[in-house]
């Protein structure tokens, strides 16, 4: 099974001031060293803000920020985290919903037999029950039905309290592949702050969560 990564993201949910967040602010005050923006939106909208540096996007809403890294190939070495981690230690205060970080990759299996196996596997709810040692999840399942026939076409499960935190795996199938996203999130950080902290410091172990994960679809 072939693993394309096509990006990492961490997602903030709160109130956020837009036009906070510029090259500036960045670079300088936050002294991340991103360079001048390749692309931006005009300084002038102060409801939205979106920042292109080399490898690193920045969108910032009201009440959304999102910093991505596409195009990653070591999932280990993302910088999303140390970014948001800096900007919220310069912003602490900033009021925070929920914070969740998404490893956003294509699964294509080598052969069709390959393929017919793993459909099975990521469309199956025991693969995730089996996998987490869990008794309950949710799953919502998207599926082409006729008269005859069913085809299965995305599932998101979602599954709480793992370490913590929770994961939520959105599987879907495309042409000759298949799309995963696969997130990690603290929900409430307004009601328990330590959930931010559990998640931000627990990045390397929800990697080998991941790659665990990989290994078992193939197993």
Request: with cysteine.
């Amino acid at each position: 099974m072939r693993i394309d990564y096509n990006f990492i993201t961490l997602v903030a949910l709160g109130s956020f001031n837009p036009a906070i967040v510029s090259p500036h602010f960045l670079n300088t005050v936050c002294e991340l060293n991103l360079g001048e923006p390749v692309d931006q939106s005009p300084p002038d909208i102060p409801v939205i803000r979106h920042l292109q540096f080399q490898n690193l996007k920045f969108t910032v809403e009201m009440n959304r920020l999102e910093i991505m890294e596409p195009g990653i190939e070591n999932i280990t070495e993302t910088r999303v985290l140390k970014i948001f981690n800096v900007y919220h230690k310069k912003l602490p205060y900033t009021p925070l919903k929920a914070v969740g970080v998404n490893i956003n990759c294509d699964l294509l299996a080598e052969m069709e037999t390959k393929t017919e196996a793993l459909t099975k596997k990521v469309s199956d709810p025991s693969t995730y029950l089996d996998f987490f040692d869990t008794n309950k999840i949710n799953v919502i399942e998207s599926s082409l039905q006729t008269k005859t026939d069913k085809t299965w076409m995305s599932s998101n499960y979602n599954i709480e309290n793992v370490h913590g935190l929770t994961r939520s795996i959105n599987v879907t199938q495309k042409k000759d592949f298949f799309n995963l996203n696969y997130n990690y999130e603290a929900g409430a950080v307004d009601r328990h702050k330590p959930d931010l902290s559990l998640l931000l410091d627990g990045y390397e172990q929800f990697c080998d969560e991941f790659l665990d994960f990989m290994n078992y679809l193939e197993g």
